[in-house]
């Protein structure tokens, strides 16, 4: 009698077993276990569960509370921690919880950590801007052979080990900002018959060089065969402004040089509006562009204190107005960005803001870069007249349901109705918004 006892509970076990590996490979499941680890969202939020997950588990979701009152319920205001069902609650304030979905309501499937944001809100923008940004020090986007008596090709700077992309921060320990600085203090030092030493910053290190100036027979100067350049400039879109503070974001990625590739160091900048005069189309394999130019009389201008992956970030000062959208726009978390129909602001003539159709086709949470989402473009009359993407759209806020979710960023270069876009919340995180500590006033 014990002997079967014994078999029909390990048949039993083994049921269950059975049953729990079955259950941990359906959809439902297996959806659970591909959320983040870590998500944020906004005060004000109901705190829902994925459309994917099946209602019996979503039923069985454990919410543990750091903060007291930041949740809110039919019931009352929610202090520790509680199991609820299909009444989800909302978000009361900025703090720290922790999602615990069960099977069964007894087996921990995952555990998620939420950062609860302010609800922040925010001018979308659309705007057609010019960008002026000088670097710290000047860049290496070239080199060149310097002719000595000889006729021979040297190549000084090239030999002493300095590369393109190299940030020259100083030379005979002199700070320079422009070419014509390098130039002058070269031939200061090679008229003196010395070597010349160049401070440099490559990538996250500074390195001094010794490099020996060569008179050229053709400039009749010093020189150590070098091409560099101070500064950059062109045409890009403004996506939101912080009604407030005026803290602006526009690009969605970086400005790198476009010798080198490299990301511009940021000494000082400014932005201004811009008019798009004409727009080059893109096709395959060929990115189009705006072709624009800046306002003298702009309505607004603003410093650019950050150059950063998700792009320039600063203050504008003036009136920014969006035709479109007269009051202050809600945003939307990465989570809470889904595929589908959605619409982005740009600006194809003059500085007349206008919304165009596209598709979100997918959503790539978790990434820490600037392409975030897929987008294509389904706007007919877009299509006709700029063949898709081009360049001079980075930036243009994308909105879906009424919130302001991204920007476009990319283009794929063999496609030119489909790029890329990063998420609202890793720019305003950029711009030192959406904090978990900060308070709700303080961010309207």
Same mark, same amino acid.
């Given at each position: 009698m014990g002997v079967q006892r014994r078999r029909i509970r390990k048949g039993i076990g083994f049921l269950l077993v059975t049953a729990t590996i079955g259950l941990s490979l359906t959809a439902g499941v297996q959806g659970i276990l591909r959320l983040p680890d870590r998500e944020r969202l906004l005060v004000g939020d109901r705190l829902t569960s994925p459309a994917a997950i099946s209602p019996y588990i979503a039923r069985n979701i454990q919410v543990a509370v750091d903060q007291k009152h930041l949740l809110r319920h039919s019931a009352g205001t929610l202090d520790s921690r509680y199991n609820y069902g299909?009444?989800?609650?909302?978000?009361a304030g900025t703090g720290h919880l922790q999602l615990q979905y069960l099977l069964f309501g007894l087996i921990p499937l995952k555990k998620i950590d939420v950062d609860v944001v302010p609800n922040v809100k925010v001018i979308p923008g659309g705007h057609s801007?010019?960008?002026?940004?000088?670097?710290?020090?000047?860049?290496?986007?070239?080199?060149?052979?310097?002719?000595?008596?000889?006729g021979k090709k040297n190549y000084p700077g090239k030999d002493a080990g300095i590369r393109l992309?190299?940030?020259i921060l100083k030379v005979d320990g002199k700070e320079v900002k422009s070419d014509s600085d390098v130039a002058q203090i070269v031939n200061e030092v090679g008229t003196k018959g010395?070597?010349?030493?160049?401070?440099? $910053?490559? #990538?996250?290190l500074v390195e001094n060089k010794s490099v020996h100036p060569i008179y050229c027979q053709e400039t009749k100067r010093y020189r150590i065969g070098l091409y560099v350049r101070d500064s950059a400039a062109g045409v890009g879109t403004l996506t939101f402004v912080i009604p407030v503070s005026g803290k602006y974001g526009a690009l969605g990625h970086v400005i790198n040089d476009a010798d080198t590739n490299q990301k511009i160091d940021v000494a000082e900048g400014k932005v201004v509006a811009s008019n798009i005069q004409s727009i080059q189309?893109? $096709?395959? #394999?060929?990115?189009g562009e705006k072709i624009g130019s800046f306002v003298q009389n702009s309505p607004f201008n603003g410093t650019i204190l950050k150059n950063s992956r998700f792009g320039i970030f600063g203050y504008l000062k003036g009136e920014v107005v969006n035709p479109l959208y007269s009051e202050p726009m809600s945003v939307a978390t990465e989570s809470q960005v889904k595929t589908g129909p959605a619409k982005f602001l740009t600006v194809i003539s003059g500085d007349k803001i206008e919304a165009f159709d596209i598709s979100i086709e997918r959503v790539l949470p978790g990434r820490a870069d600037s392409k975030g989402m897929v987008i294509k473009v389904t706007d007919t009359r877009l299509l006709s007249s700029t063949g898709g993407i081009v360049q001079g759209m980075s930036g243009s806020p994308i909105i879906q349901d009424n919130k302001l979710v991204?920007?476009?960023t990319h283009v794929f270069i063999q496609d030119a109705t489909r790029g890329y876009g990063c998420f609202i919340e890793h720019m305003l995180r950029e711009a030192e918004m959406m904090q978990p500590g900060e308070k709700?006033?303080?961010a309207a």
């Open positions: 299909e009444a989800y609650p909302v978000l801007i010019g960008v002026m940004l000088q670097s710290q020090g000047v860049i290496v986007v070239g080199q060149s052979a310097v002719l000595d008596k000889q992309g190299d940030l010395q070597e010349v030493q160049v401070t440099l $910053r490559r #990538g996250n189309p893109g $096709r395959k #394999g060929q990115p991204g920007a476009i709700q006033e303080d």
